[in-house]
C-alpha cells in the first residue's frame, strides 16, 4: 500500500488495488458491508463539541424528527445565524417537470426556520443559489448565463436582470462562479457541441467574465461542478475511459496544472463518476468510482498539496465509506453505510469516528468549509434535516410547514 506521503505523479498509481464486484445498497446493508474489507483505520472516536441544551447542539444527526415529503437542499449560511435553503413543494405541483420552490431561511443558526416567498416559474432552470449577504440572494441558471434571479430582501421578493459580456479576467475569492456543469455558456456561432466556458459573474456590475484560461478537464463535455475553497482555489474533474482528469488553478484560472489519474480496471469495469474538492492553500481530493455491470466495483481517492503537481494516493479502496461529501478545515467529511458519520485525520489518511445516526444519513456540501446537511429518509420516504458547521456539532433543524 502506498504510505501517506508518497507522490505519485500524473500517470499510473503504483499499487494494485483490490476490486470486488458490489451489488446494489440492499444488498449491503444484508452482508453488513464485509465483501467491501476491513473496518475502516480510525483513530480513537473524536469526543463531539456539543453545547448546552440552549444552543439546540447534539452529538450527531441521530435524533429522529418529524419527516417532510418535501424535499430541501442548497443549504448556504453566509454568518453564524443566518442561512437559507431551497425547499421544493412537489405535493402543491400542478404537473410538469418542475415542482414549485420557495426559499426558507434562518436566523438562528439553523434551529428554526421560516418561509419565504415562492420562487417565480420563470426561474424553473435556476438552480444554484448563492446568498451575498442575509438580504442579497442570486439564483444561477443551469443552462445559460444571459441573466440571473435575484433578490434584495432575503427572498421574499424576486427580479429577472441580464448579465453582459466582459473581457476575461480571474476570478476572485467569493465571487459566483457559472459553467462546469453548472452553466455552458453558448455562442450561437459555434459548432455544437459548442465548448463549456468557465466565467464568473460580477455581483456590481452583473459583467460575466471568462476565466483567462479554461481547464482541459471535461473538453467539449460538461465536466461535473466545479469545487472552489473559500481561497479562490479551483478544481475541476472529469472522467476518462481508464482515469480521473482533474484541473488545479490557485491564481483565479490564470495558469492551471492538469493531471491524470489512472486506475486499474479488470474486464468489463468502466470509471463512472469522477469528483474534485477544493480545500485551499494548494490543497485538493480528487476521487474516482469504478463501475461494473453489478453496481459500485470500487473507488480511489488522491490528493495533492502543491496544486496538483504532486498527488498522494489515500488508499481510500480499503476504506468502507461513502466517497466524501466535503471539506472542513481541510479534512474530508464522509459517512458509512449503518449511519457513522467520519471526519478525516491528516489530510485524508485516517478516520476518526464523529458520530451515529439511526440510518445512514446522506451528506451534503455547497461549498467547501461550508455547513454540511445531513437528511434522513424515514421508511415513507418523508425527510429530516440537521445542519453542521464542523461535522461535529449537529442542530436538528425544524422547517415550517407549507
Known amino acids: 500500500m502506498t504510505q501517506p506521503g508518497d507522490v505519485l505523479d500524473s500517470g499510473a498509481p503504483a499499487r494494485t488495488g483490490r476490486w470486488v464486484a458490489v451489488a446494489v445498497l440492499a444488498v449491503l446493508a444484508l452482508v453488513g458491508w464485509n465483501i467491501l474489507g476491513p473496518e475502516p483505520e480510525t483513530d480513537r472516536p473524536v469526543s463531539p463539541a456539543v453545547g448546552s441544551p440552549s444552543t439546540g447542539w447534539v452529538a450527531g444527526p ?29 405535493s402543491e405541483s400542478s404537473g410538469g417537470d418542475s415542482c414549485p420552490r420557495r426559499i426558507l431561511a434562518t436566523e438562528d443558526g439553523g434551529g ?23 438580504f442579497d440572494l442570486i439564483l444561477l441558471d443551469r443552462v445559460s448565463a444571459a441573466s440571473v434571479v435575484r433578490s434584495f430582501d432575503g427572498g421574499r421578493s424576486w427580479a429577472q436582470l441580464p448579465t453582459t459580456r466582459a473581457e476575461p479576467a480571474p476570478v476572485p475569492a467569493g465571487a459566483g462562479l457559472v459553467g462546469a456543469g453548472l452553466v455552458g455558456v453558448l455562442d450561437p456561432a459555434c459548432p455544437q457541441p459548442c465548448p463549456v466556458t468557465l466565467s464568473w459573474i460580477d455581483p456590481n456590475t452583473l459583467q460575466l467574465h471568462p476565466l483567462p484560461r479554461q481547464p482541459a478537464a471535461g473538453g467539449n463535455v460538461l465536466p461535473q461542478p466545479a469545487s472552489v475553497a473559500s481561497d479562490g482555489d479551483i478544481a475541476v474533474a ?9 484541473s488545479l488553478t490557485t ?31 494548494g490543497r485538493a481530493y ?43 478545515d481541510g479534512e474530508l467529511i464522509s459517512t458509512d453505510l449503518p449511519g457513522r458519520t467520519f471526519l478525516s485525520v491528516a489530510f485524508g489518511t ?14 451534503a456540501q455547497v461549498a467547501p468549509d461550508g455547513p454540511v446537511l445531513a437528511t434522513l429518509v424515514n421508511s415513507q420516504g418523508f425527510e429530516s434535516y ?17
Do not use: N
Not at 113 to 127: K, V
Open 62 to 90: 441521530g435524533s429522529e424528527l418529524p419527516a417532510s415529503p418535501h424535499r430541501a437542499d442548497q443549504l448556504t449560511f453566509v454568518d453564524d445565524e443566518h442561512g437559507f435553503l431551497v425547499q421544493y413543494l412537489c
Open 112 to 134: 428554526s426556520w421560516e418561509g419565504r416567498a415562492m420562487i417565480p416559474p420563470y426561474a424553473d432552470e435556476f438552480y444554484a443559489l448563492v446568498a451575498r449577504s442575509e
Open 238 to 246: 472529469a472522467a476518462a475511459p481508464a482515469a480521473g482528469l482533474v
Open 251 to 281: 491564481d483565479g484560472g490564470a495558469t492551471w496544472i492538469e493531471s491524470r489519474l489512472e486506475v486499474p480496471l479488470l474486464e468489463g469495469q468502466e470509471v463512472a463518476q469522477v469528483g474534485a474538492l477544493a480545500a485551499g492553500g
Open 286 to 328: 480528487l476521487f474516482i468510482q469504478v463501475f461494473d455491470e453489478s453496481g459500485v466495483a470500487g473507488k480511489y481517492g488522491f490528493r495533492t498539496d502543491d496544486g496538483g503537481a504532486g498527488w498522494t494516493d489515500l488508499g481510500f479502496e480499503d476504506q468502507r465509506l461513502w466517497i466524501p461529501a466535503g471539506v472542513i
Open 350 to 363: 485516517r478516520w476518526a469516528e464523529v458520530g451515529t445516526a439511526p440510518r445512514s444519513p446522506y451528506l
Open 386 to 402: 440537521h445542519v453542521s458547521p464542523d461535522g461535529r456539532r449537529w442542530k436538528p433543524m425544524q422547517l415550517p410547514e407549507v
